[in-house]
């Protein structure tokens, strides 16, 4: 009994903050709920380079990625289509010429010189531009927060000069990406990593002088991607006599595999000699998905109602109880939902109407079973328990392969289709924990503290007949 009392108060507990999780972090929508902009950009192969390799494009990816998050755009969705073109869709923006005109062009990467008598400036602007790039980051988390978004503005705007501020402690040397042939992550000992770097012979020659003139004087050799700074290395003064020659180069540091091949992907696609162009920009009205919102609004509450009905009208108290656990396991998932950031798509409402007919799935297989415990004999309070316990095993393997098929959908799809599996395997999940434990919990409760509910099994098995 007392540890019934004691799930009931984590019950209540979770329903209150996941109410005031979806009041204060109200749920992202996606493009096609709420309008935007989407554009197709088109990297196209030179007379030099006629084949765009995998890489080349996961680079250009990567580089486009950086540039929408520099517009501030709401949970956009960047992707590779086909072997030449990356797909861009941007919630809520309403000026898609800003977007092409930051979208397009070329990456520009640059290696350049720390002037002199800088250090002590560029220690400071470095620190405080890395301080802002982290508070932005945890921002950029919750941007339906009003305060966050213009905390967000104020934050870009006081990068943009701090880039700007940096840039300028910097002498370029001529030393760009058309130099830079290949860059990729190196496993060093222990769980260390390093970035390798490789020029052509025009760009090994100025890289050793470049080398040379900074070795031991503890400036740094700057590397720039569009301007803004992505690395600092510094030369150590074993380099002073020659520089570091043979067209190669290691950057160390305290680089994980993942933080080295991130590095290594910006730096290739900084070289890369493509040109690349907005080849589509297509507008999303609002219209469409106010109407969508509205058209799914209706289709979930219908499907809820019509179920909850049926589940009352059907299998009597524990139906009713089963409904209590339904609105619970709403209201919990839409929190979670919020909690994690899911941008809602009409396929991720899908998913999550889709999730409500596994959990009512669960609470029938629970009462069947405990139909088939009364049939046997037993007392109401032993068939209830012995309900829970026979179904766990049916619950667990259904879900378990369900969440299989959303692992697979959500690893190799993309786009859409990871919002569909993202929003269904956080429904099944929450779904086990309403009929397992509130359904469980609600109805041992019920039976516990309800003595004369035992002499009307009827309640509970309406063809009952004892």
């Known amino acids: 009994m007392q540890r019934q009392q004691w799930l009931l108060a984590l019950i209540i507990g979770l329903v209150i903050a996941a109410i005031v999780i979806l009041i204060k972090l109200p749920l ?39 540039r929408v998050n520099a517009l501030g755009v709401s949970e956009p969705l960047v992707q590779t289509v086909g072997g ?15 977007a092409e005109r930051v979208l397009g062009g070329t990456a520009q990467l640059e290696f350049r010189q720390q002037k002199q008598g800088t250090e002590g400036q560029f220690t400071a602007e470095y620190t405080i531009q890395r301080q802002m790039e982290l508070e ?26 701090s880039n700007e501020a940096i840039l300028n402690l910097f002498d370029p040397i001529g030393l760009t990406g058309k130099n830079l042939k290949n860059a990729v992550p190196s496993p060093t000992q222990g769980t260390n990593w390093d970035v390798a770097l490789r020029f052509d012979s025009d760009g090994g020659n100025k890289f050793a002088e470049l080398t040379k003139n900074l070795a031991g004087t503890g400036r740094s050799l700057g590397i720039f991607l569009d301007n803004s700074l992505i690395s600092a290395p510094v030369v150590g003064p074993e380099f002073a006599a020659t520089g570091i020659t043979g067209g190669s180069a290691v ?13 290594a992907v910006q730096l290739r696609g900084g070289s890369l000699p493509f040109p690349v162009e907005v080849a589509e920009n297509r507008t999303v009205g609002a219209t469409l998905g106010q109407d969508s919102i509205r ?26 109880i089963a409904d ?37 799935d669960a609470n029938v297989l629970i009462f069947e079973r ?16 012995s309900g829970f316990y026979r179904a766990f095993s049916s619950i667990l393997d259904g879900n378990v392969t369900t969440l299989i098929a959303c692992a697979v959908l959500f690893w190799l799809g993309s786009g859409l289709v990871k919002g569909f599996a993202l929003t269904l395997g956080i429904g099944i999940l929450v ?14 409760l019920t039976v516990l503290n309800l003595p004369g509910l035992r002499q009307k099994p009827e309640l509970f098995s309406p063809n009952f007949k004892g």
Not at 370 to 385: C, D, H, I, N, Q
Not at 436 to 443: D, K, N, P, Q, V
């Open 431 to 444: 779904s086990m924990f309403t009929a397992i434990t509130c359904s469980r919990t609600f109805l041992l």
């Open 136 to 161: 932005l980051e945890q921002l950029r988390k919750n941007q339906s927060d009003p305060n966050n978004q213009k905390r967000i503005a104020e934050l870009q705007e006081s990068l943009k000069k």
């Open 84 to 98: 030449d073109k990356v797909l861009v869709q941007l919630p809520g923006v309403t000026d898609p010429e800003q």
């Open 370 to 385: 405990t139909r088939e415990e009364l049939k046997a004999g037993k007392s109401l309070y032993r068939a209830v328990e």
């Open 28 to 66: 992202q929508l996606g493009l096609d709920l709420r309008g935007g902009a989407q554009l197709t950009i088109q990297v196209k192969p030179t007379a030099e380079v006629t084949t765009i390799r995998p890489e080349d494009l996961t680079a250009v990816k990567t580089v486009i990625e950086n």
């Open 251 to 263: 950057i160390t540091g305290n680089f994980t595999a993942e933080t080295a091949n991130d590095l």
């Open 295 to 320: 058209r799914s609004i209706y289709a979930g509450v219908s499907g809820l109602a019509l179920v909850l009905v049926f589940m009352a009208i059907y299998y009597r108290l524990p139906g009713f």
């Open 324 to 360: 209590i656990s339904l609105i619970i396991y709403a209201l919990l998932c839409l929190a979670c939902f919020a909690l994690v950031g899911v941008t809602m798509t009409l396929p991720g409402i899908a998913g999550f109407i889709l999730s409500i007919g596994m959990a009512v």
